[in-house]
């Protein structure tokens, strides 16, 4: 089972990325999908999800209405878009793989089974 994000990188606030999410090794089509970010001396926390019963869209309040999380399923990658960044999204971003029959809730970081290694977000004001 593999996780790989990339996409991060620096940009100035108001700025925007897409990250990426390629996955292997497990059906993808059968797991929940699920982005979360680490900031400095911050804990984890839960960004957005898209599940794989329904399509759903999940977000954190801090993220709606500037991220958009979507996947491909042929190509198993999930994609974040993040639009007019802020200093305070400044983090490691990391997406995890929750089996379908997990449950809990979305932003709960132990409901997902796999997770990336992870791709650093530096937002510069």
């Known amino acids: 089972v593999q996780l790989v994000e990339s996409g991060g990188g620096l940009v100035q606030a108001g700025g925007s990325l897409r990250l990426s999410c390629a996955a292997s090794?497990?059906?993808?089509?059968?797991?929940?999908i699920g982005w979360f970010r680490q900031g400095p001396r911050k804990e984890r926390e839960g960004v957005s999800c898209l599940s794989a019963a329904d399509g759903s869209t999940y977000y954190a309040d801090s993220v709606k209405g500037r991220f958009t999380i979507s996947k491909d399923n042929a190509k198993k990658t999930v994609w974040l878009r993040l639009n007019d960044l802020k200093t305070e999204d400044t983090g490691v971003y990391y997406c995890?793989?929750?089996?379908?029959?997990?449950?809990?809730?979305?932003?709960?970081?132990?409901?997902?089974?796999?997770w990336g290694q992870g791709t650093q977000v530096t937002v510069s004001s």
């Open positions: 995890a793989a929750s089996r379908r029959n997990s449950g809990g809730d979305w932003y709960r970081r132990a409901r997902y089974q796999y």
């Open positions: 090794g497990f059906s993808f089509d059968d797991y929940h």
